[in-house]
């Protein structure tokens, strides 16, 4: 983490004095950014640098679905079973994917390569059912469009 | 067309959320306007218009402006709320992706007239595009000397950050969403006070969602008067509407206030998908009450005329529902939905959601009882108005409408542990 | 001042009060799980609900403890809604939670307990299994935490971060999974103030170990005492067996002597509402090994004897010294100068010194001497000296914490010592006293305020209370 500090400072520069504590976010995903999840050693370096008790990341880290303490499979396939994408296929999707991986949702492949996860409404219900592909939305997703999409990932 | 546009009034092409596009529509030429009115006069010209905000309560935006009074040397804050998070809503999405300038121009606006040296944009950590887009527009703002020094011929300035959430439906309370600005679990606070008297970190705070911030601009340029000839006498403006579900054309629509309901499900919207009949339509996000077809059959889309009906036009998250879906499964998604995203602050929202849920899976499971409904209704009414934020209230509202509206499915389910509708919340073709 | 009626009664409120404070300021109940005089307002139980008017003759219901006290606002604390609404709370409060009162520490003291059968008392509604959580977590070497029996007030949180400033404490996760847990790095267990978190939890999620399983607390009384840790003397009960709830057992007579558990005592002009760990381990202090019998240079003696021998050496001596205990009462204080006047050479002792790893001094509570009547001694006897005269012919040292090596060659030693300890056979004169739980009196503290403990056990054989032994030490020679 401590490689990001020049980073972290050209971030603190944007916000008014005195706004340290709201960094915990920021600076959480761009470690998580960096390194894939955040680990115990950047929450030790994080809170030396913001000055912000360790309880209070520990807190927004556990509370926060975005946020991770492990690391997670290559591709991360998070798809969205809320009302709208339910009612435009998202169920058939998720069973897809399942059966096409071999995990459930929450478990990453064998070999590392895709960890499937279920998410509540990702705010893209015009074109439900969506998938989001790392940190990209794919929408109006389909089983074909899920195969060609995992093929070209595998 | 739903009738006049005032923010999608615009070709959308490969280009026309930058700055220059923005500029050759007259972009950033309304806040020449605005710098050269007094602060007060432009909260006069927002009260005047009658706006009311787009986030889902409809409280009227003048009238939270006018609450913090600026005091030079005092320090206030304004936050746009972008965590767009409750389902069936994607309309600031496109506000962020499509018109980031605009609301820009109207937060430079907004700050002008309330006294705020730094301005944040929260945006929900999923938005990819809308996040890089709002934080495109900004960078280009910066640049071309908008943002961060007194802008030209005065000697107003603003700082904006981007503040991107990480997961949470609750940082879309204006209270929780200073909380996470704050660094910490985005708990929402107990008012009083208000948070236009002790917001963001302690100081007057104004939150206006996306959508109420993007109008300033317009209501600033064409005056209020002009502005109130727009939509109705009680409902001036527009209404972004973002509609979803077992529609023909799914998206985003501008739908001037007073337009009818049918017509625009039918006509603009391209009817129901696949032909289906319309069985019912949750109004503006998962949070209001369901109406079904022949209820809205007369009704326009505005507050006056929806409110009266026992729901709300909401945040404009329209999901429209065909005939054959299983309401059962369908409240299931939502208690899921509402257990996962309760803070679990207070107590009526953290137990009540997870007890909701596990009644609703029970049902499911074929194991529930006919006291479970009233059980529901009993878990509703507990969370109505007790809660520290609306988000208990929202559940609550949420399966009372389906439940008063769909019960016999409820029944049925419960006495033959399976659905009246073959469980499906798809629409077949 | 906003004047508003509660229950028909109109009461004045003081500006900027809440109706909850208003309320309790004049002895109206209103109830309360998260919310606590001396902490933020989080609002987050809503059992304070209550009612207001509205114009229209209508009532809206809003938590107490977190709405400003208005002129001629009209407060219902029990009307049909409020109640409906409580009961509604407490259904949700009660339903993860285990109920297990049966055999849970804090049953008969748990506002829980006393909240359900005030204002629900009727058995779960709910026909879903109870979610599970955490049992017998290890929160600090000194507490142990059931998250099953939590209900999520967060004073325990709010207390680290607002009293103690630990910041050991936080609530992970989020809804009904939310979990309070203990910093990673160690913070809380090294809070000096944890355990007033015990006191705090309105249920019986957060115990103390040492008092773990010891006695339902209907079995103890609670006897007035000042903390003699540090010189701020703070207010404490000491919680020892009743009299009808003794032990039987010869096995378990000890513990119907002993303290089993330390509370604070509020005092605002002493420690507010918040005793230091210090505090709580007054039993291990109390509790060591007694000295039950005078000594004669080692060998144990008839106690009249010894009193006489001791009597008859500071009748004999013609530079005495007396090095005082600030342990000592102001009331035994006053008898040693009413038996003894000026006979004796006065130095002060501090009878206890910061141990290695206690906290020397806070913004807190905690003072760096570790005595509570280093102030009575003053007050009582005058300036004291801190050294022994080198010319001192007789030293009568009275309490712990005295270096003998201080005294000088071939002067005789009377000691005065409630513990046993190798140098009580050192003394000429070794006699026992007895210690602060067996007596009552008053201590000062270091900003003058004067503070009494009662006694909670009767005086064991073979021991003296220094109050009526220094009068027996005046007079002349060996002879009655």
Redesign the interface.
């Known amino acids: 983490m401590k490689h990001l500090i020049p980073e972290f400072e050209r971030m603190k520069a944007?916000?008014?004095a005195?706004?340290d504590?709201?960094?915990?976010?920021?600076c959480?995903?761009r470690i998580q950014a960096d390194r894939g999840f955040v680990a115990?050693e950047d929450i030790?370096g994080l809170?030396e640098y913001l000055k912000?008790?360790?309880?209070?990341v520990?807190?927004?880290l556990?509370?926060?679905?975005?946020?991770r303490r492990e690391g997670i499979g290559k591709t991360h396939l998070q798809v969205c079973?809320?009302?709208?994408c339910?009612?435009?296929?998202a169920?058939?999707v998720i069973e897809h994917a399942c059966k096409r991986l071999g995990v459930k949702p929450g478990q990453t492949t064998a070999d590392g390569k895709f960890t499937l996860s279920t998410?509540?409404?990702?705010?893209?219900?015009?074109?439900?059912p969506v998938l989001?592909v790392n940190?990209?939305?794919h929408e109006n997703m389909t089983l074909e469009k899920l195969d060609a999409l995992i093929a070209g990932l595998s | 067309m739903p009738g006049r546009q005032l923010i999608m009034n615009f070709e959308v092409t490969p280009a026309s959320h930058t700055l220059a596009d923005y500029r050759a529509r007259g972009g950033y030429e309304t806040l020449v306007k605005a710098l050269g009115m007094a602060p007060a006069d432009i909260t006069k010209e927002v009260t005047a218009s009658g706006l009311l905000g787009h986030g889902g309560a409809a409280f009227p935006v003048g009238r939270k402006w006018g609450v913090m009074k600026p005091n030079p040397g005092e320090?206030h804050y304004l936050c746009a709320n972008a965590d767009?998070?409750?389902?069936?809503?994607?309309k600031d999405?496109w506000i962020l992706e499509h018109a980031p300038h605009l609301l820009v121009e109207s937060m430079l606006i907004t700050s002008y007239a309330l006294g705020v040296?730094?301005a944040f944009v929260y945006i929900?950590?999923?938005?990819?595009?809308p996040y890089r887009r709002i934080q495109g527009a900004i960078d280009e703002a910066y640049a071309a000397g908008l943002l961060g020094k007194p802008v030209p011929g005065s000697d107003f300035a603003l700082?904006i950050?981007v503040?991107?959430?990480?997961?949470?439906?609750v940082c879309g309370e204006a209270s929780g969403l200073i909380t996470?600005?704050?660094?910490?679990?985005?708990y929402p606070r107990n008012r009083p006070p208000r948070l236009t008297v002790k917001g963001l970190?302690q100081k007057p705070t104004v939150i206006n969602n996306v959508e109420s911030l993007a109008n300033i601009t317009g209501i600033i340029r064409m005056g209020a008067e002009e502005f109130r000839k727009v939509g109705t006498a009680k409902s001036p403006g527009t209404q972004l509407i973002?509609?979803?579900?077992?529609i023909a054309k799914?998206?985003?629509y501008e739908v001037e206030y007073g337009y009818s309901w049918a017509k625009f499900l039918d006509e603009d919207c391209g009817g129901m998908l696949h032909g289906a009949k319309m069985k019912c339509v949750?109004p503006g996000g998962?949070s209001t009450k369901v109406l079904t077809r022949p209820e809205i059959e007369n009704l326009t889309l505005s507050h006056e005329s929806v409110n009266p009906a026992g729901s709300g036009l909401g945040s404009g998250?329209m999901?429209v529902?065909a005939e054959g879906?299983c309401m059962v499964r369908?409240l299931q998604?939502?208690l899921r939905?509402y257990h996962?995203?309760s803070?679990g602050q207070c107590t009526p929202c953290r137990e009540g959601m997870g007890w909701m849920h596990r009644i609703i899976d029970r049902i499911v499971a074929g194991e529930g009882v006919p006291d479970d409904i009233e059980r529901l209704y009993a878990i509703s009414h507990a969370n109505d108005g007790t809660t520290i934020c609306g988000m208990g209230d929202a559940a609550g509202f949420a399966t009372v409408g389906i439940l008063n509206k769909f019960r016999d499915e409820f029944e049925y389910w419960i006495a033959n542990k399976r659905s009246k509708m073959d469980g499906r919340?798809?629409?077949r073709a | 001042m906003p004047r508003l009626t509660i229950d028909g009664r109109e009461i004045e409120a003081k500006a900027g009060q809440t109706v909850m404070q208003a309320a309790r300021d004049h002895g109206i109940f209103i109830p309360y799980f998260c919310w606590h005089p001396n902490l933020s307002v989080p609002g987050n139980c809503r059992i304070c609900v209550v009612g207001v008017a509205e114009k229209d003759g209508g009532e809206w219901v809003e938590i107490a403890c977190n709405m400003p006290a208005a002129e001629g606002m009209v407060v219902f604390t029990a009307s049909e809604k409020v109640k409906a609404r409580r009961k509604a709370t407490m259904e949700f409060i009660t339903l993860n939670h285990p109920v297990d009162c049966g055999i849970c520490d804090k049953a008969g003291e748990c506002t829980l307990q006393d909240y359900h059968f005030e204002y629900n008392g009727a058995a779960s509604v709910s026909r879903d299994a109870k979610t599970h959580a955490t049992k017998h977590f290890d929160l600090s070497e000194r507490i142990v935490l059931d998250n099953e029996r939590c209900i999520q007030c967060t004073r325990c949180v709010r207390f680290t971060r607002e009293i103690s400033m630990s910041?050991?404490?936080?609530?992970?996760?989020?809804g009904d999974h939310s979990i309070v847990?203990?910093?990673?790095?160690g913070?809380f267990a090294k809070d000096a103030y944890s355990d007033n978190v015990i006191d705090l939890c309105p249920v019986g999620a957060l115990l103390a170990k040492d008092f773990l399983h010891k006695a339902r607390v209907w079995y103890l009384k609670a006897t007035p005492s000042v903390c003699p840790g540090c010189e701020r003397g703070c207010g404490v009960n000491l919680w020892h067996r009743k009299d009808e709830w003794k032990l039987r057992s010869p096995r378990q007579a000890a513990r119907n002597e002993g303290i089993d558990r330390v509370t604070p005592i509020e005092n605002p002009a002493v420690n507010g509402p918040w005793v230091c760990n210090k505090a709580r381990d007054l039993p291990r202090l109390f509790g060591r090994v007694r000295a039950t019998g005078p000594l004669f240079k080692g060998a144990p003696a008839p106690c009249e004897a010894a009193v006489l021998e001791a009597r008859a050496l500071i009748a004999e001596a013609k530079r005495p010294v007396a090095v005082v205990s600030s342990w000592a009462s102001n009331e035994e204080l006053a008898a040693f100068k009413a038996a003894f006047g000026s006979r004796f050479a006065l130095v002060a002792k501090r009878d206890h010194e910061p141990q290695p790893g206690e906290v020397v001094q806070d913004d807190l509570l905690i003072r760096a001497d570790k005595n509570p009547n280093a102030a009575g001694v003053r007050a009582v006897l005058g300036e004291c000296g801190t050294e022994v005269p080198k010319d001192a012919d007789l030293v009568l040292v009275w309490g712990e914490g005295f270096d003998f090596r201080a005294v000088p060659a071939g002067a005789k030693i009377v000691f005065l010592n409630a513990f046993l300890a190798p140098e009580n056979g050192h003394a000429d004169v070794f006699l026992p006293l007895s210690i602060q739980t067996e007596r009552s009196g008053h201590y000062t503290n270091f900003a003058g305020v004067t503070s009494r403990f009662e006694r909670c056990f009767a005086l064991p054989p073979g021991v003296l209370h220094a109050e009526e032994l220094f009068g027996s030490l005046v007079g002349n020679g060996r002879g009655a």
């Open positions: 944007r916000f008014p005195g706004f504590s709201s960094l915990v976010l920021p959480l995903h115990d030790v809170c912000v008790p360790r309880i209070q520990e807190e927004v556990s509370y926060y679905t975005m946020l079973r809320n009302i709208a339910s009612m435009r296929g169920e058939d998410v509540e409404c990702l705010g893209s219900c015009g074109t439900a989001m940190d990209a939305y | 320090i767009e998070g409750e389902p069936g809503t994607f999405r040296r730094h929900r950590g999923e938005f990819d595009l700082d950050v503040y991107r959430g990480a997961g949470s439906y996470s600005i704050e660094g910490r679990k985005p970190f973002s509609i979803s579900g077992h799914p998206g985003v949750v998962i998250g999901i529902i879906t369908l998604v939502l939905f996962h995203e803070c919340l798809e629409c | 910041n050991g404490l936080g609530m992970l996760d989020r847990r203990p910093s990673p790095d913070a």
